[in-house]
């Protein structure tokens, strides 16, 4: 079952962090912490979503261990 809220709270990281490195891109001050900050927060976002989906879809872990047998 997917778990829309869960979901959704990562997309909005991905959201985040995209923004904010896409922000830092068009600023014309470097800003390390801004940079920093964004891509951990786009990464936990990718890494948390992916482990969702995952779990969302374990079809596909159970097709190959059947075909392995």
């Given at each position: 079952m997917?778990?829309?809220?869960?979901?959704?709270?990562?997309?909005?990281?991905?959201?985040?962090?995209?923004g904010?490195?896409?922000y830092?891109?068009?600023?014309?001050?470097?800003?390390?912490?801004?940079?920093?900050?964004?891509?951990?927060?786009?990464?936990?976002?990718?890494?948390?979503?992916?482990?969702?989906?995952a779990?969302?879809?374990?079809?596909?872990?159970?097709?190959?261990?059947?075909?392995?047998?």
């Open positions: 997917i778990n829309t809220k869960k979901q959704a709270i990562y997309t909005a990281f991905i959201i985040i962090g995209a904010l490195l896409i830092d891109l068009i600023d014309t001050d470097d800003n390390v912490y801004i940079k920093i900050g964004g891509l951990v927060i786009l990464m936990v976002g990718l890494y948390n979503s992916t482990k969702q989906w779990k969302d879809n374990p079809k596909d872990n159970e097709e190959s261990s059947e075909d392995e047998q």
